[in-house]
C-alpha cells in the first residue's frame, strides 16, 4: 500500500482512485461499508482512503483527553489487510483546516489528488467550520467532474455503528460487544518497550508496550490474542494482559503488559498487535505475593480457556 500524505506533490500513478473519506478511526463495519462502497464504485480503480493526521480533533484540542482507537500505523496496517491500495493520509494543518468546502473540493479532491470517485457518510462534513455536508460535495463534484456516493450510516441492535459507541464499550469492558461493531478485535498495537523486568522475576515476563494517545479500555486483565509482526518470533499467540497502573506495585503511569503463553524468546524491539478478547477482572491490590501469584495462575488458566473455545 502506498501513502501519500501532500496533495500538492502526487504522483501520476496515485491519480484516477476511488476513495472513501473520514478519520477511519477503528475501522469499524461503518467504516467497512464505506470502502466496500469505494471499490465497488469503480472496481477498475485504484482503491484508496483519505484520512488526516493528526486526527482533526486532536488538531484543535490538543490538551484533550485521548480517544483514539488507533494509532496512525494501526491504522495503516489494518486498511492494508482489507485491500487497500493507496492511503492518502493528508497532514492536516492549519491551512488545509482554513479551506473553504468548495476550496477543498477544488484543491485537494480535483486538481491536487486527481480523485475519480469518492465515498463519504451521510453525516460528512468538510471544509472550514465543517461548514460543507455531503450534498455540498455532489454539487461539487458535479461541477468539477469527480463522483460521488454518499453512505448510509449503519445500524446494529438499534444503535449506530459509531467510535464513540466503541469507545463506550471499551470503557465498560465489553470488549466482545466492541468486536461486534468494529468487524475484529479491539487492538492495542505498537513496539515492545523496556519496562522494570518484575514480571520475569515473578515467572511471568511480559511484553510492555505504551498506551499513550490511545483511549484506555477498562483497567484490568484480559484475554488476548496477540500477533507478534516481526522479528524472529513473528506468529500468532495466546496471552493474558493487563491494562492500567499496576496498583499491586504503585504504579502510576498506563501501559498494557501482555504474557504469551507458552513462549521464551527476546520481544524487545517487536511490533505487537494485541487484540483484547475477555475482560476478566479489574486492577486489585493484594495482600502480599503470594495472593497476587494465585489471582495471576488463575487468570491464565481462565484467558486458555477462552481462547481455546474460539
Excluded at 475501522?27 to 482512503?49: E, F, K, N, T, Y
Excluded at 479551506?99 to 489528488?113: H, K, N, S
Excluded at 455531503?134 to 449506530?160: C, K, N, Y
Amino acid at each position: 500500500m502506498r501513502i501519500i500524505r501532500d496533495y500538492h506533490y502526487v504522483e501520476e500513478q496515485d491519480r484516477g482512485a476511488t476513495v472513501a473519506i473520514g478519520n477511519f478511526d477503528g475501522i469499524h463495519l461503518g467504516h467497512r461499508s464505506v470502502i466496500d462502497l469505494a471499490r465497488r464504485a469503480m472496481p477498475q480503480a485504484p482503491l484508496g482512503v483519505m484520512t488526516f493526521e493528526p486526527h482533526p480533533r486532536e488538531f484543535f484540542a490538543p490538551t484533550a483527553p485521548p480517544f483514539r482507537l488507533m494509532s496512525p500505523e494501526a491504522r495503516a496496517h489494518r486498511l492494508e489487510k482489507i485491500g487497500v491500495d493507496k492511503l492518502y493520509q493528508l497532514n492536516f494543518n492549519h491551512a488545509l483546516s482554513s479551506l473553504a468546502p468548495e476550496d477543498f473540493a477544488r484543491r485537494v479532491i480535483a486538481d491536487g489528488l486527481g480523485l475519480a470517485h469518492v465515498v463519504v457518510g451521510a453525516d460528512f462534513c468538510f471544509g472550514k467550520g465543517r461548514q460543507g455536508t455531503a450534498a455540498d460535495l455532489v454539487r461539487f463534484g458535479a461541477e468539477m467532474g469527480f463522483g460521488v456516493t454518499i453512505a448510509p450510516l449503519m445500524e446494529q441492535s438499534e444503535h449506530t455503528v459509531s467510535s464513540t459507541a466503541i469507545r463506550t464499550a471499551l470503557s465498560e469492558g465489553r470488549p466482545r460487544d466492541a468486536a461486534a461493531m468494529l468487524g475484529h478485535w479491539h487492538r492495542i498495537e505498537g513496539e515492545v518497550i523496556g519496562g522494570e523486568q518484575r514480571g520475569r522475576t515473578l515467572g511471568f515476563p511480559t511484553a510492555n508496550q505504551s498506551i499513550d494517545g490511545l483511549h484506555p479500555p477498562a483497567f484490568g486483565v484480559y484475554a488476548v490474542l496477540v500477533d507478534v509482526l516481526d522479528g524472529p518470533h513473528k506468529g500468532r499467540y495466546h496471552g493474558a494482559a493487563s491494562v492500567g497502573v499496576r496498583p499491586m506495585f504503585d504504579g502510576e503511569h498506563p501501559n498494557i503488559e501482555t504474557y504469551l503463553f507458552d513462549f521464551k524468546g527476546n520481544l524487545y524491539g517487536a511490533r505487537l498487535s494485541v487484540g483484547l478478547v475477555d475482560y476478566l477482572r479489574p486492577e486489585w491490590v493484594f495482600d502480599g505475593l503470594d495472593p497476587f501469584l494465585a489471582q495471576m495462575n488463575a487468570d491464565c488458566a481462565q484467558a486458555r480457556a477462552i481462547l481455546a473455545a474460539l
